[in-house]
């Protein structure tokens, strides 16, 4: 997987935000795609509601055992896109800040959309991501 930044004002701007201008994925391999995941402990099955913060780290260890059941070994750091539908359009710098700290380096596709209801109630967010899983050579 190889991301790439357009030359000039709008590459820096999104590189400096972790969010690449494209992602190039090799085609030897699966395409993994999860469903929406909200905030969900993955032991109980119960809401995390205490906190923005905790939400959304919680979807992304959703996201992440996802992926990893699916195969991918990298889980979410090796998403090449990813899809946040929000509640709020402020609590995006939450989520980027949150996913740069789990994945240091990493830098997807990533388009934030900011709807007026969840189907969880509750919730302040559903976020999909996409991923390979490379078919190594034997």
Known sequence: M???????????MLRSASIATTTTVPL?????????????DLE???????????E?????VCLDAALRNAGVEGGVGDAHKITAYLL????????QR????????????WATVIVPAIVVPNMRAEVQ???IVVTRPN
């Open 2 to 12: 190889e991301s790439q930044w357009l030359p000039g004002p709008v590459g820096e």
């Open 28 to 40: 030897t391999g699966k395409l993994v795609t999860t469903t929406t995941h909200v905030g969900l």
């Open 44 to 54: 109980t099955g119960a809401l995390i509601t205490s906190s923005v913060d905790e």
């Open 56 to 60: 959304f780290t919680a979807i992304f």
């Open 88 to 95: 709020n359009g402020d609590d995006e710098p939450t989520m």
């Open 98 to 109: 949150i996913y740069r700290e789990r994945y240091p380096g990493r830098a997807p596709a």
């Open 129 to 131: 991501a996409e991923a």
